[in-house]
């Protein structure tokens, strides 16, 4: 595991650069382009990869409580309360709390850093946009979501045994039938997305696919 100051560097620096992203884009792929979460567009995933760093505690249990207790949903309430935000302002969050420490309750640092990479999957994929990002992040950001605690908030079950391998990454995880691909194509795999399935190779592939399908 990274030092934990080293990874909220790490998440800081890629605020950074997704504000850089985002800055570029136009309103049509702002407002209109239905990301990976089907329940958001771009903007919706980049309103909420700040709601936790920019909200308070008060806002967080009121929509809890609006959601009836239920976590994710919670989240799209959260959205929605700030979708009127103008895009320049989700920009600005974006920079201005580059540096916030915020994680979720009984989360660490790999919540905040994990959710960052896969939202930017979830923006970049169908804008067939290359962020041209370093990689190793992802090596944290996969352990975590192999490990019991990805199950509050990122998986509803645990994904399937098998032996996970980065061909573009010295990482490896899991055990039992190996199935192997881009990083970003087993993470998009393991959280049933499957836009990049025909990535993957390997015993495992067709019970991941199967899995993300």
Not at 15 to 32: F, K, S, V, Y
Not at 155 to 183: C, H, I, K, N
């Amino acid at each position: 595991m990274v030092h934990e100051t080293e990874a909220w560097q790490t998440i800081a620096t890629e605020r950074r650069a997704l504000a850089d992203l985002l800055e570029g884009l136009t309103p049509e792929q702002w407002g209109t382009t239905t990301s990976l979460c089907d329940a958001w567009t771009v903007k919706g995933v980049a309103i909420h990869l700040m709601v936790g760093p920019t909200g308070s505690l008060r806002s967080f249990l009121s929509a809890m409580v609006a959601a009836r207790g239920r976590f994710e949903r919670a989240n799209v309430v959260l959205v929605q309360r700030k979708m009127a935000m103008p895009v320049e302002a989700v920009v600005a969050d974006l920079r201005d709390r580059a540096t916030s420490r915020f994680a979720p309750p009984t989360m660490d640092v790999h919540a905040p850093l994990t959710d960052l990479l896969v939202h930017r999957l979830d923006i970049c994929v169908p804008l067939g946009i290359k962020h041209e990002r370093s990689l190793d992040p992802w090596a944290e950001a996969l352990d975590f979501l192999l490990s019991p605690r990805a199950r509050r908030g990122f998986l509803p079950q645990a994904p399937p045994e098998l032996t996970y391998a980065a061909t573009d990454l010295a990482w490896t995880g899991g055990s039992g039938p190996r199935v192997e691909g881009p990083v970003e194509a087993i993470a998009l795999a393991i959280l049933g997305r499957s836009p990049r399935l025909d990535e993957l190779a390997g015993p495992g592939a067709e019970v991941l696919r199967e899995w993300a399908r």
